[in-house]
């Protein structure tokens, strides 16, 4: 009774497992590394999702669905184009190498400053990165192969060591003095 029972589950599930289509393979860049992660779609003739699964870390992957007589396989990734690949009509597929294109990159970057984008001032006034440099700072300013640019640069940035702003009491004080 037991080797019936044992013969009947053998003849059920070797139907079941026969009437199976199974697609394997793995997924590249056009460099030749693999892709992880990467979503795998089977469709049918007529357009229904039969199966889906993901690439593991080795971008492999594998999908098992009922017996197909045709059918597409979509394989998709972020930063690639996706990859549409006609699957014959068989029960045991040969292993498939998928090499997806990287994708055309689009990117739109907004600046946005305070609250006003797209505002340009060219007042000093208003430029965070201006300095004015009256005519007699130049001549005191000990300059190197007539590189005042250089010789400048380095006291625009208050940060920087040796640096210093001057209070405003300061300045009204110098204004003063005969000079």
Do not use: H
Request: glycine fraction near 6%; charge should be negative.
């Amino acid at each position: 009774m037991m080797d019936l029972r044992w013969c009947l589950c053998l003849l059920l599930f070797s139907g079941w497992a026969f009437g199976q289509t199974q697609i394997s393979g793995v997924v590249k860049d056009p460099q030749g590394a693999v892709v992880p992660k990467a979503t795998v779609l089977l469709f049918s003739a007529s357009g229904d999702k039969v199966a889906n699964t993901s690439t593991n870390r080795e971008g492999f992957f594998r999908l098992t669905a009922a017996k197909l007589t045709e059918g597409r396989l979509e394989i998709r990734k972020e930063a690639f184009k996706p990859l549409l690949l006609k699957v014959p009509a068989m029960e045991q597929a040969k292993p498939i190498t998928a090499i997806l294109q990287i994708s055309d990159l689009a990117q739109q970057i907004d600046v946005n400053v305070d609250g006003e984008a797209g505002k340009i001032s060219f007042d000093p006034a208003a430029n965070r990165d201006a300095a004015v440099i009256a005519e007699d700072m130049l001549e005191r300013l000990p300059v190197f192969d007539q590189d005042y640019i250089g010789a400048v640069s380095r006291f625009l940035d208050r940060e920087a060591p040796g640096t210093w702003e001057p209070p405003s009491w300061w300045m009204a004080w110098s204004r003063k003095m005969p000079g």
